[in-house]
DNA sequence: AGAAATTTGTGCGTATGTATG
DNA sequence: TCATACATACGCACAAATTTC
């Protein structure tokens, strides 16, 4: 329980960058909600051992984040501190996962297309190659925060039309519903982690070097035929998965 | 699916570094195999747009890590690529999970220590702040890599002399059938991602900058008496979750 | 109200690291 | 290996806004 993290020089990672992702945490960990301001910037300095210049770099990453916001004179405010919990369980659902801990969540379609099945694809489905499926690429935000980025395949045949009623709903539990799919479950879920990519940046409102958590999803029917196989891409700093047993 | 991943520039991450976790991440991938090599230095250099001295530099710091070898004349060799599943279930058993992806487990005691229970230790184990409880550091390894390192809670009078049934084993199951606790289950498992901090790249021999997937979980006996809180931590560019449901 | 202390904002010069060709 | 350009980090000084006494 001893923190000793130490800021590490000629690491590849600049100094600001670093301490900007120790702040992060620490504001995610709860560590200045005494205050709900951050320590001034000469004790942030001393205590990572840098000078003031490098730590007002990272705090100025922070602030346009969205995570703090430094008022002249009175110090560097905390703006949101609140970590999104995403449930993973049999009965996976997004928006019903993450309903309470926003005011407001919204789906948006980015785009659509139909397109025979890649072999990862296909194979996922449990269906042959080449086989067409539908393709729908969604933003999700809460209280217009970017939380999510997804790709999602579905069997065209059973749910052509998924397109209107997901931009009509702004969720597929809601779209499925629609077509005629009252219960899905969820099959399985892998978890990784990487670093934003480019798309991730302008999507999910990210900054270089940014940590996205991946997830690769499939969803299927009561009977279970294979319905949805999604891979998501979510901000790590913002949000966590929770599976409950 | 389309791979477009950007190297960014002035990101405060070094290009030479972005290109590393690149190349790791598609060694882990197996997008090498056939060759068993990386391509050459001016292709990669070419692929990702930067100057083959940045190529070097990325390549300098896999083989530090083990990861390549340069053989002047040759290319450079893929010493390892190997990227480790960990399930998530009821009856999620670290050792037992990985086992048939690596020829040897290892399960090290790094230290181990009896006190008084934090409030958010208390709270997840159920039980008064300030009871004894049993802290154990362990750090787990597949064919001699690491690829976990825990920091395990347990209520103190129930599991004392957990530690030398976990140094004798190796195991946390197997230490836990030694004090009579036959079964236990996964009560619920968070997952979240950050960057490594120092005592990841000496744990874990990671580089600085790499990404570390922290899980938080909760164990019970078959009665639901919490047994074991933990918090654990991997290199997520050699270790994925899945959870099958 | 006013002076002092605190805290963020800005400028400039210098040294070193990173990346290119 | 060398030269060049730019980003990173430091140290110092001072201005501007706010809080404290």
Redesign the pocket.
């Known amino acids: 329980m001893t923190e000793q993290k130490q ?1 590490l ?11 900007a992702d120790r702040i992060r945490a620490a504001i995610s960990h709860g560590d200045y909600d005494e205050t709900g ?9 001393e205590k ?13 990453a922070l ?1 346009q984040e969205g995570i703090v ?8 405010l905390i703006e949101r501190r609140e970590r999104l919990n995403f449930p993973i369980s049999r009965r996976t659902r997004f928006t019903q996962g993450l309903g309470d801990q926003a005011r407001e969540m919204q789906g948006l379609l980015l785009s659509f297309a139909e397109e025979p099945a890649s072999r990862d694809i296909a194979q996922r489905l449990g269906m042959a190659s080449g086989t067409q499926v539908l393709r729908l690429e969604a933003l999700r935000k809460a209280d217009g925060r970017p939380v999510s980025r997804s790709s999602s395949w579905f069997p065209a045949e059973r749910f052509r039309g998924i397109d209107a009623a997901f931009r009509q709903t702004g969720s597929i539990t809601a779209a499925y519903r629609m077509l005629g799919v009252s219960d899905y479950l969820r099959v399985s879920t892998e978890i990784t982690a990487t670093h934003a990519d480019s798309s991730d940046l302008s999507d999910l409102a990210l900054s270089p070097g940014a940590i996205v958590l991946v997830t690769t999803a499939l969803n299927a029917d009561p009977e279970g035929v294979p319905i949805q196989y999604s891979v998501s891409r979510f901000p790590a700093d913002t949000v966590q998965f929770t599976i409950e047993n």
Do not use: C, D, K, Y
Not at 9 to 19: E, F, H, K, N, T
Not at 37 to 45: D, G, K
Not at 48 to 60: E, K
């Open positions: 800021i020089r000629q690491s590849g990672v600049a100094l600001w960058r670093q301490i301001m951050v320590p001034p910037e000469i004790v942030l300095a990572f051992g840098v000078n003031r210049h490098t730590v007002r770099s990272a705090l100025a602030g916001r430094a008022v002249q004179g009175r110090g560097t």
